[in-house]
């Protein structure tokens, strides 16, 4: 509403559409007040025991724990200072997500993506469980993983979005809550990344290597611009149960958030982070994402790695002259110390067995000293294989005439596509982070993407090893062709067979954003000519990432379609087990594959060639699915889609009141509401039944999607708020039940209120000349002003009737704002006044 007055107007504000401002981004030694960690609900032991270890440290000590050394040329890729004489070591930090790299005689797992795939909880803490047995036995104290929710994957053309969960943020959430939860039980530090808003490769710069694009030089990294309603209901979810689950480290990212860089925005460390989600941990920056000294200290970071260029001897400098405050670098170094002691590992943990350098190429030696080729693989393969399995998703099956899957009537069977052999050069083409070249170079079967996600493999089990070693029991000919790019030998090979399998892939890596979404190295072409001379075409898709497959899916002849995503180095017996029918598929999609590229959102990817690079998420939280909902957008496959070789019928779904306390969480948040009780109170529970009505056992994960009104939100059209994955007989009929928090039911985030589950209808705005005195002042002022009476006389009134539409009682926060005519040099909108009410 807007209501001339005097060349100025007055707005009723009562949405969340304002941004994170960039004018309050920087903290001051004049200014910075904390906030300093205490130990939150869960550390208070580990707490007193750093108080009192610091307590002992001189100043140089104390930065030796907060800065890194040796540049990643020590054992390990990151490395701080020790302090023997108080029993503190150097902290070996190591990637990551899909398990240690770069090291030999260790597991290369599963990506994120592909266990959040299986919407299995069980298996994404046994995974991450596994993961940590593994960097322990290695001595790393701090595992880089998991990839929480930067990128979250708000455009499938990101480069990384394969070493995250999902796209949605609730899976994503629940798969950093275990995930976190697995590592940390098991001794090792969590580093949940990369905190915030890093959702492209393309300008992310790194401080020591800024890029150039198109012969220009680019100082500065990509800004990523969101409001805080955005902020809080998308991005920042699965870093929220990342603290819940008590990580003991965040890494800060290479982007900038509003215009400040990423490890020095007082507003989303200290104030959120630190402050609003009470995180008791210590933020780290990812390698060489500092770009100063005091912004980076007073902004909220408390570790930078790997040490060139920044802290150090600077730091011991700015604490003495008093431009960090000495209580600053003490709580830097309580938040290092706390989850060390709180995990136990000042308590017998291993030492470092292995040298980083140089592991993954071609000339590596097994006496590279410092290396002990510890074997810390146990029988994880067994977890890698049932997670490649379990995450399987079947996209199309067509059994008429036999054909699909499974493959029990198939005598000559022909192979294709160099994704179902090995890398010809070896496994250590690629080196230790998968960095294999593009372009039709034949790199093998993709089991990982690239980059310090990947983890170097001990071996990989082919998908043509894996359908080969079924030969035998099925009475099985097998042929194969492990070319992509001889189309006429494909074609004779495809004539002969009764089944053809199609392996094509897409590889995604760090530092690289993606072109386009299509399938690789002349995919597209080998499955539609393989298509046209096979009438039981079976496609199998390596990728961890969206493809687009409308150029060839509803071909007549392609029976079924199968996404595989980036299974670890079990992927050739996995995937046998899918086409044989040893396996009942049950996976689901992740993310929403689109029929056309121009079907997600635009503004995906921002590649313009400028010095100063923002891109504005201007779709707000419709991000994969939910874009496609509020669009009326039809999609090829639908988020949380996956066939099945039975079906399953649902029965009896009932929603009750359930009020209780929570029960989960490790730390508490601080993070403001409204309501009643906490945001983590139990309020509802939905049950309902699942019937397995096919002929064989099956899977199946039930999924839960709230929505409101349209017209008392702006939220998307529905949201995923529960999952529950049961295995069912033929025959059999289970129980799934969904437990919603009061976080869950609720549908937006305002400023200066926080999370809010009911919803307000304002009417009848009227505005009064209402001249008097003023009603309120102790001491008058003899502020000079040019109008008649003085500045505090009442000058109009505002008045409005507000109802509370939603479903419970509570609070509203009215706020008027003043906005002026363009031609001022005011601000946009500046607050006037406000009004806090309690509403049945």
């Not at 011991?316 to 938040?335: C, E, I, K, S, Y």
């Not at 503004?603 to 419709?622: A, Q, S």
């Not at 702006?714 to 007989?729: A, E, I, W, Y």
């Not at 200066?752 to 005195?773: A, D, H, P, V």
Request: hydrophobic residues 35%.
């Amino acid at each position: 509403m807007r209501s001339s007055l005097f060349a100025a107007s007055l707005a009723l504000y009562f949405d969340a559409s304002l941004a994170l401002s960039g004018g309050r981004r920087q903290a001051t030694n004049s200014t910075w007040s904390g906030p300093l960690a205490d130990g939150g609900s869960a550390w208070k032991d580990a707490f007193a025991r750093a108080k009192e270890v610091v307590s002992q440290m001189t100043l140089e000590e104390k930065v030796s724990i907060t800065t890194g050394v040796g540049s990643g040329s020590n054992l390990c890729a990151g490395n701080t200072g020790a302090v023997p004489r108080l029993n503190i070591p150097a902290f070996c930090l190591q990637d990551g997500p899909a398990g240690v790299r770069p090291a030999d005689f260790a597991s290369q797992f599963p990506a994120q993506v592909t266990v959040a795939a299986t919407w299995d909880r069980e298996l994404i803490y046994e995974r991450a469980a596994a993961i940590a047995d593994e960097f322990k036995g290695k001595g790393v104290h701090v595992a880089l993983a998991p990839v929480t929710g930067g990128p979250l994957g708000r455009s499938p053309l990101g480069g990384r979005n394969w070493e995250g969960f999902s796209a949605d943020p609730y899976l994503s959430s629940i798969g950093s809550y275990i995930t976190v939860k697995g590592i940390q039980d098991r001794g090792v530090v969590a580093t949940s990344k990369h905190y915030s808003l890093y959702e492209q490769e393309t300008y992310r710069n790194q401080r020591l290597f800024p890029p150039r694009y198109n012969g220009t030089y680019h100082p500065l990294p990509i800004s990523s611009d969101v409001d805080d309603a955005t902020f809080h209901e998308t991005y920042l979810l699965s870093f929220v149960e990342a603290v819940r689950a008590g990580t003991g480290s965040i890494m800060c990212s290479y982007n900038r958030v509003n215009g400040s860089h990423a490890c020095e925005d007082d507003y989303t460390l200290n104030q959120i982070l630190k402050g609003e989600l009470d995180y008791q941990g210590y933020v780290m920056s990812d390698w060489y994402a500092q770009w100063t000294n005091v912004g980076a200290a007073l902004g909220g970071m408390d570790m930078t790695m790997p040490g060139t260029g920044f802290w150090g001897t600077d730091l011991v400098a700015l604490v003495n002259n008093g431009t960090v405050p000495v209580n600053r670098l003490d709580d830097m170094v309580h938040r290092i110390l706390m989850p060390y002691y709180a995990l136990g590992q000042d308590k017998g943990f291993p030492s470092v067995q292995y040298n980083t350098s140089g592991i993954g190429s071609q000339t590596y030696l097994a006496l590279n000293p410092g290396n002990t080729n510890v074997n810390v693989q146990g029988d994880h393969y067994k977890l890698i294989r049932k997670i490649g399995e379990e995450s399987t998703t079947l996209l199309k099956n067509v059994r008429s005439n036999g054909g699909g899957i499974p493959l029990k009537k198939s005598k000559f069977v022909a192979v294709f596509g160099q994704d179902a052999g090995p890398n010809p050069d070896g496994l250590l083409y690629c080196g230790s982070d998968n960095r294999c070249t593009a372009g039709h170079t034949n790199n093998g079967t993709n089991s990982v993407g690239g980059g310090s996600g990947a983890a170097y493999a001990p071996y990989i089990i082919t998908p043509l090893e894996g359908i080969q070693s079924r030969t035998a029991a099925n009475e099985t000919q097998v042929n194969w062709m492990l070319n992509d790019w001889d189309l006429e030998t494909a074609r004779t090979n495809a004539l002969i067979a009764d089944t053809s399998i199609v392996f094509t892939y897409a590889y995604q890596t760090e530092s690289l954003d993606r072109d386009n979404l299509t399938a690789w190295s002349n995919g597209d072409a080998l499955i539609k000519t393989v298509a046209a001379e096979c009438n039981n075409t079976i496609v199998v898709i390596h990728s961890g990432q969206q493809i687009l497959m409308d150029d060839w899916v509803e071909h007549p002849n392609i029976t079924a379609v199968i996404f595989a995503y980036y299974p670890g180095q079990e992927t050739g017996n996995a995937i046998a087990s899918i086409l044989y029918g040893e396996v009942n598929p049950s996976g689901k999609l992740p993310f929403t594959i689109a029929k056309s590229a121009s079907d997600y959102p635009p503004n995906g990817i921002f590649t313009e060639n400028v010095t100063d690079p923002h891109i504005v998420f201007e779709e707000g939280n419709l991000v994969d699915y939910r874009w496609f909902d509020a669009k009326n957008i039809t999609p090829r496959f639908e988020f949380g889609f996956g066939l099945s070789l039975t079906t399953f019928d649902y029965d009896n779904v009932k929603i009750q009141s359930t009020p209780g306390k929570p029960t989960d969480g490790i730390q508490l948040t601080k993070e403001p509401f409204d309501g009643n009780g906490t945001l983590y109170d139990v309020a509802y529970t939905v049950t309902a039944s699942i019937k397995n009505s096919g002929s064989i056992n099956g899977c199946e994960v039930a999924q839960l999607y709230l929505s409101y009104p349209a017209s008392q939100t702006t939220q998307p059209v529905r949201s995923l708020r529960g999952f529950d994955k049961q295995c069912l007989n033929k025959g059999e009929t289970k129980t799934v039940t969904f437990k919603f928090d009061a976080k869950n039911v609720t549908p937006r985030f305002e400023l200066g209120l926080g999370m809010s589950y009911r919803t307000f209808n304002y009417s009848n705005i009227e505005l009064q000349s209402t001249c008097g005195k003023p009603t309120d002042g102790v001491q008058l002022t003899k502020k000079p002003f040019d109008g008649n009476a003085t500045l505090y006389d009442i000058a109009y009134t505002i008045t409005t009737s507000i109802t509370n539409t939603g479903s419970v009682p509570g609070y509203e926060v009215v706020q008027l704002y003043l906005s002026y005519p363009a031609q001022t040099n005011q601000p946009l909108r500046s607050l006037r006044g406000f009004d806090k009410l309690y509403l049945k």
